[in-house]
């Protein structure tokens, strides 16, 4: 991803990222949420969803103005994975509990 959220600089970023199983898979989450100080501009999450796999990386940029944001595979296959993009109310971040529920009725949605 990349791009101008138009933040400029005011809100914060934050960053989870974290492994989970569902229904006996287990996922890499990466997850970047950005919101704005300013209450002008929506919330952004962005929500990477992956196969366990251990040669995945994130990168991003934490400056609120910035929409960048990838996973890089180091070696290997990455295979099927999953994007999801919510948006919110200014000033929102969803706690990991809500990004844990989020992504676990999504992959129950696929099956």
Same mark, same amino acid.
């Given at each position: ?70 996973? $890089? ?15 919110? $109310? ?17 992959? $129950?949605?696929?099956?």
């Amino acid at each position: 991803m990349a791009g101008n959220l138009g933040a400029d600089g005011g809100g914060q970023t934050v960053i989870t990222d974290f492994a989970m199983n569902v229904d006996g898979s287990t996922f890499s989450v990466f997850t970047k949420s950005v919101n704005d100080h300013y209450n002008y501009d929506p919330a952004v999450v962005h929500i990477f969803i992956l196969p366990q796999n251990d040669q995945v990386t994130h990168h991003y940029e934490t400056n609120t103005n910035s929409d960048y944001d990838e996973i $890089r595979l180091s070696g290997g296959e990455l295979g099927d994975f999953y994007y999801l993009l919510m948006s919110n $109310r200014p000033r929102y971040i969803p706690s990991q509990e809500i990004l844990e529920n989020i992504v676990t009725e999504f992959i $129950r949605s696929t099956n």
